[in-house]
């Protein structure tokens, strides 16, 4: 039992997430009006930060998402902000450090394949210059 919790306090935090997550990201999620900073995001949801006491875990909310991709995507000839529309289920909230984070529900296919384009640039950039890590 004491060798199991040392290990668990000593060993690398391994991260269950099966899909990958950007964390370089300039961008933000609109929720009734307010613009709040993207922490972090996937092609299944988001993170983010400046949310107050309003939301708990299980609600649907609606939100605007606009998202900055890097220049040069495949199928992207200007770079322009990816910007849509969706729902959201609330998966966490983290009072003391006002975040919050979501699922994106009602997402279209062509949506969710932009956004995994841009993780896959995003990863491919971080490599080039030696950047961190795309997971938290």
């Keep these: 039992m004491v060798i199991s919790l040392f290990r668990r306090m000593t060993a690398a935090r391994f991260d269950r997430r099966l899909e990958p997550r ?8 609109s929720v009734n009006g307010r613009d709040y900073p ?5 092609r299944r949801g988001f993170s983010a930060v400046g949310f107050g ?6 609600d649907k909310i609606r ?3 606009c998202l900055s991709l890097p220049a040069g995507l495949p199928g992207d000839d200007d770079g322009t902000p990816m ?3 969706c729902g959201a289920v609330v998966v966490w ?4 450090r ?12 062509r949506i969710q394949e932009r956004i995994m384009r841009a993780l896959f640039a995003s990863q491919a950039a971080e ?3 030696g950047g961190a890590p795309l997971h938290a």
Excluded: M
Excluded at 53 to 58: C, K, L, M, N, Q
Excluded at 98 to 109: I, K, N, S
């Design 63 to 65: 939100l605007s998402v």
């Design 83 to 85: 910007t849509f529309d």
């Design 127 to 129: 490599r080039q210059i």
């Design 38 to 42: 993207l922490k972090d995001w996937s």
């Design 98 to 109: 006002r975040e919050l984070a979501g699922v994106f529900t009602e997402l279209d296919l």
């Design 93 to 96: 909230v983290d009072r003391e």
């Design 22 to 29: 950007g964390t370089r990201v300039d961008g933000y999620v």
């Design 53 to 58: 006491a309003e939301h708990y875990p299980g």
